[in-house]
């Protein structure tokens, strides 16, 4: 059984959305399948067949969850220093053509989110920056083209 990377925040999340599923989704629709079987037919019910595919899909989400959780090696942040980048460090680049500043955490890659700036340990970015100290330049191939940074800082919080 592979096990996975993951920070203690994504472990932590990954927690909550199953006890989620568990307590609220899956009750919530084992009523609903109740309340639709009380309207009779159940062969021409939209309600009960909507039910019905809404806990599969509830408890196929459960199962998915529940394996990621038991494979997931937990890393706390936290207790990791260092000028290197490695996996949970948050790394402040510089663009070097424009001196736009990013700030990208390196999470696994169950918890990656662009919107929170964190990006997956397996993407480009992330795969260039391993192994690399505050002050060094990175070239990294992106859609776009590729790009060069500077790594002004990193952090491990």
Same mark, same amino acid.
């Given at each position: 059984?592979?096990?996975?990377?993951?920070?203690?925040?994504?472990?932590?999340?990954?927690?909550?959305?199953?006890?989620?599923?568990? =307590?609220?989704? @899956?009750?919530?629709?084992?009523?609903?399948?109740?309340? +639709? !079987? +009380?309207?009779? %037919? $159940?062969?021409? =019910?939209?309600?009960?067949? +909507?039910?019905?595919? !809404?806990?599969?899909?509830?408890?196929?989400?459960?199962? %998915?969850?529940?394996?990621?959780?038991?494979? &997931?090696?937990?890393?706390?942040?936290?207790?990791? =220093?260092?000028?290197?980048?490695?996996?949970?460090?948050?790394?402040?680049?510089?663009?070097?053509?424009?001196?736009?500043?990013?700030?990208?955490?390196?999470?696994?890659?169950?918890?990656?989110?662009?919107?929170? @700036?964190?990006?997956?340990?397996?993407?480009?970015? &992330? !795969? +260039?920056?391993?192994?690399?100290?505050?002050?060094?330049?990175?070239?990294?191939? &992106?859609?776009?083209? &590729?790009?060069?940074?500077?790594?002004?800082?990193? $952090?491990?919080?």
């Amino acid at each position: 059984m592979e096990k996975f990377p993951m920070t203690l925040g994504g472990y932590q999340q990954l927690e909550a959305d199953l006890k989620k599923l568990k =307590n609220e989704e @899956r009750p919530a629709v084992i009523q609903a399948i109740a309340e +639709a !079987r +009380a309207h009779g %037919d $159940l062969s021409e =019910n939209a309600e009960y067949h +909507a039910a019905k595919d !809404r806990q599969g899909w509830i408890e196929s989400q459960i199962l %998915d969850l529940e394996d990621k959780y038991t494979r &997931a090696q937990v890393i706390d942040v936290k207790t990791l =220093n260092g000028d290197t980048v490695k996996f949970g460090a948050t790394v402040t680049l510089i663009d070097e053509d424009t001196e736009e500043e990013k700030i990208w955490q390196i999470v696994g890659d169950l918890e990656a989110d662009v919107k929170l @700036r964190k990006i997956s340990v397996s993407s480009p970015i &992330a !795969r +260039a920056l391993i192994g690399k100290s505050e002050g060094d330049s990175v070239e990294v191939a &992106a859609p776009g083209g &590729a790009r060069s940074y500077e790594i002004a800082k990193v $952090l491990f919080k």
